[in-house]
């Protein structure tokens, strides 16, 4: 087994150092209990303190499981009072959001038909302007050959 390691595998090779020593104590901790097991296995008292140590140890872990399922639905509360502000306040902003778009779309439609009513105007004055233009065109026209007759009755 290599032991050497390098910043890189810094990680790996102290997580693979814990993982070993935890087997090591797991190993000795059934080699104690086998050696006490052949040593005060014929024993009543032995019998009696394994018997109360086995009832501690049961104690002792349901009162840990009940710590952790108070803490674990604590956590649970939590992140759903956090969750349950979050969604308000997406609905909030999006409540928001929708009022002032609204209101956007109010003004853009206003404009619009504002804009309309403009260029209508003018398409109305461009019209004018179209049939003044045209009548001042004709009066020219009549002008200029007015004067092109007038000028062949003097020769």
């Known amino acids: ?40 296995g014929c024993s009543s008292l032995s019998n009696q303190l394994f018997s109360f140590a086995a009832t501690l140890v049961s ?32 609905e909030t902003v999006s409540r928001n959001l929708r009022e002032q778009t609204d209101a ?4 853009l439609k206003d404009l619009n038909k504002e804009i309309r009513k403009e260029f209508d105007k003018i398409n ?5 302007m179209d049939c003044k233009i045209k009548i001042f065109v004709g009066n020219l026209k009549d ?6 007759n007038s000028g062949d009755k003097d020769e």
Request: net charge negative; proline share 0%.
């Open 59 to 90: 104690i002792v872990l349901s009162i840990l499981a009940i710590i952790m399922t108070i803490y674990s639905e604590y956590k649970n509360e939590r992140a759903a009072n956090s969750l349950s502000l979050a969604i308000n306040t997406i």
């Open 143 to 148: 002008t200029s050959s007015w004067i092109d």
């Open 124 to 128: 109305n004055k461009l019209d004018s």
């Open 1 to 40: 087994m290599n032991w050497n390691c390098n910043d890189d595998d810094k990680k790996k090779c102290t997580a693979l150092a814990t993982r070993d020593l935890v087997y090591i104590c797991i190993i000795f901790i059934f080699i104690i209990i086998f050696l006490m097991t052949i040593t005060m």
């Open 104 to 107: 956007q779309i109010k003004e």
